[in-house]
């Protein structure tokens, strides 16, 4: 039977959707609020360094995966203009929505799809660029996704994987401390949930390193991947290319 990681433990891809999904519905209403403590603010900052580095100008069209609540589909947005397309997904219903509605908050009205990143409903060479933030380690069948991200990109397109990584590692046992003691008691305080933190930290350390995304994303179909250490590897930024 195949298995894969909910966390440290082996599970089913379906119970593992099943339980990211209940993950995400649990802490919908406060992911924004989450983000912004556990990283003290710098997701914003890496977000912006993705965004800039992807290169995208006036008229593209990009796909933002897994977007949850919409921080790089409004940055995207911003970068390719009304000549420009952007289309914002996510496979969880309840994080579609809270991106949705906070975009047009903000005066910003996208097209929203809600699909499975590792079966993509585009067809191909459709996008100039594909993202996802903070998405790969949810994702079940990592190679099939990054293989649907590179089918999607027209010639010369660029795929941007921004995602928890390997930290340095005379770092690494504060960063453990921090992840498996302060993040917890975090989701406990501010979202009633620890578990779902604990989750958090737990996936991140079974998430494949900087170089084994690297080679994985070489695989399953780009031509070039190139990566960028921020926060001393604590977050990747990985970006693939299609000629």
Known sequence: METTHFGYEQVSPEEKARRV????????????VMNDLMSFGLHRGWKRFTVEL????AGARVLDLAGGT???AR????????AGTVVHTDINGAMLAAGRDKLLDRGVALPTV??????????DRAFDCVSIGFGLRNVTRKDRALAEMARVLAPGGVAL???FSRIAAPLAPAYDWYSFTVLPALGRVVVNDAASYRYLAESIRVHPD???LKALMERSGFDRVDYYNLVAGAVALHVGRVY
């Open 114 to 123: 809600q699909c499975n990143a590792e079966v993509l409903p585009f067809r």
């Open 75 to 82: 940055l995207f947005a911003r970068r390719v203009g009304p």
């Open 161 to 163: 994987v921004l995602e």
């Open 210 to 212: 900087q170089e084994a």
């Open 21 to 32: 999904r209940g993950v995400f519905d649990s802490v919908t209403d406060k992911y924004d």
């Open 54 to 57: 992807s290169g995208v100008r």
């Open 70 to 72: 919409g921080d790089l």
